[in-house]
């Protein structure tokens, strides 16, 4: 996760989602093939004033630090627990990058909750991604649960 120079972490980090119920819910991951994998669960709560994104969760494996590294469908798992260790009663999609293919192929082959995953992807535009954040956190419509210690250190670097 790109850093942003408009993140305030009294601002923009939660304990408790602000909301029992979001419309809907993505995956979203980093897919480092020989680095690190990161896995985050979006809440994402239409409301009269548009759209808050919540980062509900994360799941981080650097193979750095780790003694091995994980299959395609064991990182699949780790994102499913995301989903059911936060309640989420359904997935809208899993955003997945571009050069991740094996991987797109491992989740066509999995479900939630008897359903199948619907498997998006995601062409970086890294200066672009950054603005959209920024302006997000300068409108407080994103925030991370406190329980994203990385993606916190990310947004803070």
Not at 17 to 31: I, N
Not at 100 to 107: E, I, P, Q, V, Y
Request: hydrophobic share 30%; proline share 5%.
């Amino acid at each position: 996760f790109p850093s942003h120079d408009t993140f305030s972490e009294q601002e923009h980090t939660f304990r408790t989602p602000p909301h029992t119920k979001y419309d809907k819910y993505y995956l979203t991951m980093d897919y480092g093939a020989s680095n690190m994998h990161a896995i985050g669960l979006m809440g994402i709560k239409h409301t009269n004033n548009g759209n808050e994104y919540n980062l509900l969760d994360e799941f981080i494996w650097d193979m750095n630090t780790e003694t091995h590294s994980l299959t395609d469908e064991k990182l699949a798992q780790k994102g499913i627990e995301l989903l059911k260790n936060n309640g989420s009663p359904y997935i809208n999609g899993w955003f997945t990058p571009h050069d991740a293919s094996s991987f797109r192929a491992t989740l066509r082959e999995i479900r939630y909750k008897t359903y199948p995953i619907p498997v998006l992807t995601h062409k970086p535009d890294t200066l672009n991604d950054i603005q959209e954040i920024q302006a997000l956190f300068n409108t407080n419509k994103f925030k991370m649960s406190v329980k994203c210690k990385t993606s916190i250190n990310q947004a803070q670097t």
